[in-house]
């Protein structure tokens, strides 16, 4: 226990203190993505993350949204475990075939008003997989989408970026 | 070839004659091709097994009328790939899963993609194939356009027929394919007593991209992208093995600095998601103290990737003949300060961590899987270590650059998860005392060889250790440069079915721990 608590605080408080060039940037996103999640969500944005068939390299950059350097959920954002909570849909991937219905079905278990963004270039305009039997390319051939973020992953900050786009738009 | 290989392989080799099954050898550089009748596979895999070979990949190929059915075998770190060719009018061959269970869901995805019937399967229901494509339709023949004949929705795989179990007290729990957490889609159904696991059956194939489809007619370049892609945690190790594929085929060798620069970027992509399973791992058992110290040192290790190599991931790093990237003097001042920093910071909290009643508790004896079930199943990675499995390509069969370093393979051998969590901590270890190494190799140097258009039919084989495992890539070329066939085999193939067996008498709630613990991934499974 007492080397729990001595790592901890000698660890410190990385949240608040940036060490890296962009942080000012992150911050900045941060704030900015608060008083639209506070103005519009009375403070709390629901996420749920959908696996459409990627290849599994965005859910990485996303996870990495929760780790303490971006530490997502001090802005309001919360990704939650059931589509029946969630504000919005992040979808990621082309979205496969065999995962069609089952995004089909997330979305009409997502209640309304609802907000879909299609994270990566896959999920963005079918990226390297595109469309073929196997694939049905973009999300947006599947469901309605409002905001995308492309790149392959997109970075944690490109991803801040792209919620607080949807707020803003 | 070393010495070792031609003892056993040609000993073998003339006790397979002797028993009356026919061999055409081919020798290959890196890879033996045995070539037998049809009617021999499954007896052949008998004497494999006999011989302690291990079964490591299986795939198809249609050339003209025929297919040409493939079986990789591995032992000593020498390979060997069994070939048989089928007519097109008789394309069925007997089953090697009665004798190597490693086979059971490759000869499935064979089955569902090239129409190729495996003989007394013992499970010879359908695997990848859920309701994007009939059934007696096979998307990887030549006469089935990439672009298929799908529906405009399709529907989902209802009638799946999965394993009952009926008797008082058992129930049914269906998970997936969409999770609770940030994680790829596949379904597991469970049957338990109380909270007892009895039974687990997973369903994957829900993220089934048709890759091995749309690889065919691709350049070199464009194949070493979407090999980067079979699965993102891996996109070193997939395109590495693609490329070390492609580049048998055109006879041509890499740099040695591009082969020093590959080993730094699979080293730091090993480093990189050891870190983030093992946070994970803990995650799972709500010790959340590990969760962000862990994913802390993820963060700071992926900031340098980007610094160094413009890509936190690592992608498009491995490119045909060589790499795409560059480290500078400054950049290697970099690496080893981040060796320093994380040898230190382990070295914090490792002993809390090893001290903690909670991971204790949680972590010892959950998740067992035995020495021979690893063995049975060919388990690789660090799910295969845990298991007292040591195979490490790195070691084994060392391709350049390791093979002028010294390397010391991590091993546990309870089983558990918190063995599989302890081989991850012991592999970074040895992964820094790796990228040391390299550095320390580096000399000035061309980062690529000039390409050379490989001849038609020319084909290669990929071993790569992966972070997972070993990885074996197939690649054959056809005329003009273009791809005429390629087979990724991720190691999460192998090590799936392994969860089906050690989750068993565990409890449900244990569940998400004993799969993270194996961590397979569903792209890589999928293809
Ligand atoms: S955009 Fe890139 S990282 Fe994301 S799923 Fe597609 S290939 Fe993978």
Redesign the interface.
Known sequence: MF??L???L??GM?TERFK?PKDAELEQLGIEIKQQIDRRFSGSLAIR????????????????L????YDIERFGIH?V???RHADILLVT??V???????L?R?YDATPNPKWVIAVGDCAVCG??????????GKVANVIPVDVTIPG??P?PLVLMSGILGLMKG | MSTQHNDWCSEFLTRVIAAGIPVTHIEKSTFDIWQINAYDWQQFAEFAHHEGLRWSAGWAEQRDAQYLVNACFEKQGSYIVLRATLDEAAAELPSQATVYPAANRSERHTHDLFGVKFTDHPDPRRWVR????PEHSY?LRKD???????EA?????MNYPFIKADGAGVYEIPVG??H??????GHFRFQAVGELILNLEERL???????E??AEGRTPESLA??AG?????T?VGHAWAACQAMEQAAEISIPPRAALLRGILAERERIANHL?DMGAICNDVAFI?AQ??F??L??LW??SN?KIFKS??L?DCIIPGGVSCDILEADCIVVREDIKRLRKELD??I??LD??TTLEDRLYTAGFLSEPIAAAFGALGYVGRASGQTFDIRRDAPYSPYDKVAFKVAAENQGDIASRFWVRYKEIIAAMKLLEQFMQQLEPGELTTPWQIPTAGAEGLGIIEGWRGEIISFVRFDSGNTIARFYPRDPSIINWPALEKLVLNNIVPDFPVCNKSLNG???GN?L
């Open positions: 080397r729990i001595k790592k901890t000698t660890t990385l890296f993350q959908v696996d459409a068939g990627s290849c599994n390299g965005c859910e990485l950059e996303i996870h990495a929760n780790n303490p350097y990704f475990a059931s589509p991937g082309p496969s075939r065999h995962m069609q219905t089952a089909l997330t990226g390297e997989f595109g469309e073929s039997y196997a694939s049905c392959c992953p970075s | 859920h309701q994007a494509w998307p089935f356009p990439a672009a298929g004949y799908p929705v399709t529907p989902p795989d394919p969409v609770a957490g940030i994680i790829e889609p194939g829900y993220v089934h991209k048709g890759i489809k749309i992208r979407l892609r079979v699965s993102g945690d996109t983030g103290f962000v110290h994913t802390r993820r963060e992926l900031r980007a936190r991931l992608m914090q909290l002993p809390a001290l903690n991934s569903y792209s999928d």
